[in-house]
C-alpha cells in the first residue's frame, strides 16, 4: 500500500477536499435539496473505493468534512467491503 493510500495520506485529504467542494457548490441549495445534491453527485461519480474511503474518513470523526456532507452520508450508497462481492 502506497502512502498515498494510508487512512491518514494524500488520498484522504484530497477525498475531504473533494467532497467539501461539492457541498459547497450545493450549499446554496435549499437545506433539502443540497443534501440530496451532495450524496447524488457522489453516487453518479465516485467509485465504490472513493465512496469506502469516504465512510472510512467519517466513521475515524473529526474528519474536517463539511457538515452538508455528513448529513448526506445517509444517502450515500455504501460500498461492500474491499474484496467483497455483492451478488447480482
Known sequence: MSPD????GKTETKLI???NQI????KTQPADEAV???AT???KFW????RRQ????IDNGDSGLNPLVLEAAALIH???PAGEVKPA
Request: no cysteine.
Open 54 to 57: 469516504l465512510f472510512a474518513i
Open 47 to 50: 467509485e465504490p473505493r472513493m
Open 36 to 38: 440530496e445534491g451532495v
Open 41 to 43: 453527485h457522489i453516487n
Open 78 to 80: 455504501k460500498p461492500a
Open 17 to 19: 477536499y473533494m467532497a
Open 23 to 26: 457541498a459547497t457548490f450545493f
Open 5 to 8: 493510500e494510508t487512512p491518514h
